[in-house]
């Protein structure tokens, strides 16, 4: 089905699915990208295992945050949304298991890192095209704080839906409390599969399926000697997928956090293009936003403490 966002972008989404990039090829969509026979062999289904989330926002989100002393959704949403946040030490982990998956009988011998070459797309960079400043939580944090503050037992996580755009595929996972009757009827998420994603332990497991907007690098499995290698390649465009999730917030509510934990937890970001910050806030430098934050830090007293 199709939709118009609040960014008046075109969206095609399925509700209750995390369909993989072979499940959307078998669907009726008019996508040139998602079809494309070309894309230079590279890591698939690799397997991340993600601790921590992100919520990313501008100078007006920030300070609306230390107002509130934490997060509310937007007037547009009933969601607080937060990315992946995936580390160096996600990305060698995941390279360690995909080389396992390839040669599981071997002892594996690779001296170069390769999955640094493949993993590009948006969900693997520092910058965001939301705002300066990223918050960043442990999963674990924010389903206590989300339980302690709205529900009675723990949170349920459910598969809310796959979008998919020009170029982009979204995996969104719903979090909500479990007298919040409206996601019934969406699957819960999984906690071992061959699926998308899923959540053990409070990771969040990923099979990223196109891990680069733009393949400059061709993969070669050496199946003789057990090791892989990279060789450079033309450029060709293509789909990149990551995951999303949306904790269910009521209007009225905050999910209030200590002021000194979320000084704890926000840093500097650079604005990545396409620039999806909305009016009134604007892309500012790393030096101001730097600026923003220790003064900020100044005014709450914590200056000496992050410096």
Request: charged share 20%; with cysteine.
């Amino acid at each position: 089905m199709k939709r118009l966002n609040d960014r008046n972008v075109v969206e095609t989404y399925f509700e209750g699915q995390h369909l993989s990039l072979s499940d959307l090829k078998e669907e009726d969509i008019k996508n040139g990208y998602l079809f494309k026979n070309n894309i230079p062999a590279y890591p698939e289904s690799v397997e991340f295992q993600v601790q921590k989330l992100s919520h990313v926002t501008g100078r007006h989100g920030l300070e609306g945050i230390f107002h509130d002393s934490g997060f509310r959704p937007s007037d547009t949403s009933n969601f607080l949304w937060w990315g992946l946040s995936v580390s160096p030490d996600d990305i060698r982990s995941a390279e360690q298991r995909f080389l396992a998956s390839l040669f599981p009988h071997t002892q594996i011998y690779n001296p170069q890192p390769f999955l640094e070459y493949f993993t590009t797309s948006k969900a693997f960079q520092k910058e965001s095209p939301y705002g300066n400043f990223c918050f960043t939580f442990s999963f674990r944090e924010l389903l206590h704080l989300y339980g302690a503050q709205f529900c009675t037992g723990t949170p349920v996580l459910r598969v809310y839906e796959t979008v998919l755009y020009r170029r982009e595929i979204l995996y969104t996972i719903v979090v909500h409390p479990r007298n919040i009757h409206l996601y019934d009827s969406y699957p819960r998420l999984p906690d071992i599969g061959d699926g998308v994603c899923g959540y053990r332990d409070y990771n969040i497991w990923w099979h990223c399926q196109a891990p680069s907007e733009t393949y400059m690098h061709r993969l070669n499995v050496n199946r003789r000697n057990s090791s892989v290698h990279v060789n450079p390649h033309k450029e060709e465009y293509y789909v990149w997928d990551h995951v999303c999730v949306a904790f269910h917030m009521e209007p009225d509510w905050v999910l209030h956090v200590k002021p000194n934990e979320l000084l704890k937890k926000v840093n500097v970001c650079e604005v990545s293009q396409p620039c999806l910050l909305k009016p009134p806030e604007t892309p500012l430098s790393f030096h101001e936003a730097e600026n923003i934050l220790h003064n900020l830090k100044v005014r709450k007293g914590m200056a000496g403490a992050f410096n």
